[in-house]
């Protein structure tokens, strides 16, 4: 894919990258403790639709880190079972 221009902002410790390729724009989200970027792959029609739809996504994957931490410490504590947090964290 050829990037014809880029955007960059921050949310919630996120960088936030939009590219613009041909007429369609991505965005990649950078975790401060991760490697690579994140993204769902989607293709938004101007950079705005894409700098939301980033935030909404990382805004989920931050919702989704707190959901785990206080269902685990549930379960480490015996609030819980096993099967009890398995079926609490299951985002599919």
Known sequence: MLRIESQTISHHGWQIEVVREAEEFFFQCYHPDLPDFCNDGSA??????AFA???HF?????AIQALLEVV?????TGKI?????WNLTDFA
């Open 72 to 76: 685990e410490t549930w379960m480490r």
């Open 81 to 85: 079972s096993e099967d009890e947090y």
């Open 58 to 62: 990382i805004d989920r994957e931050v």
């Open 53 to 55: 739809a980033a935030r």
């Open 44 to 49: 938004h029609s101007t950079a705005e639709t």
